[in-house]
């Protein structure tokens, strides 16, 4: 069956651009988590849904990161005025029911951003 | 902060066992143990998660000691495609829910 998209795979943008990444969870799956991950490092948590609801975001870096999600599927995180230090590949996963700790969360590919 | 530590590396011979092992000594009763894997440019790929028994599956097993401060994941005959960073991780209960906190993981090296 499908897994989770994450479009687009590779987004390049000038500094002070705002960029928009869109993540499709696998059918079913009503959790939703947005995660960071810069060159060599491990993941770093940055919003979690259930449903269209985001009870934990405290992993957002600043307000010009923000993300909605619509019709318990689709999500999209948006950075306005990007900034060098947003470089990075962010990822997409999501679990069964809510964000219980027995549910495996299951990952797409990310998108790669780079700012020049 | 992550409640794993891992070695940062390991090798192992293809055909052999590897043993990847996982200390987690400040792991609370209701706190699961899961393990995944990252392959170069990938995603995270879920491997497999337990609460205090051992368990298996297809890719691999899961060996929790006893008072539950360590565990070990177990790739029985490791291939070269086996090599990846595996995250340990023990899911922390927080706000909504419980918060997944992936640490820098062990980089295992399957060789030839």
């Known amino acids: 069956g499908a897994g989770v998209s994450q479009s687009p795979s590779n987004k390049v943008t000038e500094k002070g651009k705002d960029v928009e990444l869109r993540c499709d969870p696998i059918s079913g799956h009503t959790a939703l988590y947005w995660y960071r991950q810069s060159l060599g490092q491990g993941l770093e948590f940055l919003i979690y849904f259930q449903g269209n609801s985001a009870p934990d975001k405290s992993g957002l870096p600043s307000d010009r990161f923000s993300a909605e999600r619509t019709g318990g599927s689709v999500s999209t995180l948006t950075i306005q005025r990007t900034q060098q230090e947003d470089s990075a590949v962010y990822l997409c996963?999501?679990?069964?029911?809510?964000?219980?700790?027995?549910?495996?969360?299951?990952f797409g590919d990310g998108t790669r951003l780079s700012i020049l | 902060d992550a409640k794993t530590t891992q070695p940062p590396s390991m090798d192992c011979a293809e055909g052999r066992a590897a043993n990847l092992p996982c200390n987690h000594s400040?792991?609370?009763?209701?706190?699961?143990v899961y393990w995944y894997r990252q392959i170069h440019s990938q995603g995270p790929q879920y491997i497999i998660h337990g609460l205090k028994n051992n368990e298996t599956n297809e890719m691999a097993s899961l060996i929790i000691t006893e008072d539950r401060k360590s565990s070990t994941l177990i790739l029985p005959h490791a291939t070269l495609r086996d090599t990846a960073v595996y995250y340990c991780?023990?899911?922390?209960?927080?706000?909504?829910?419980?918060?997944?906190?992936f640490g820098a993981g062990t980089r295992l090296f399957v060789k030839a």
């Open positions: 996963a999501s679990s069964l029911g809510g964000n219980r700790g027995n549910q495996p969360q299951h």
């Open positions: 400040t792991i609370s009763g209701n706190e699961y």
């Open positions: 991780i023990v899911r922390v209960a927080g706000t909504g829910g419980f918060k997944t906190i």
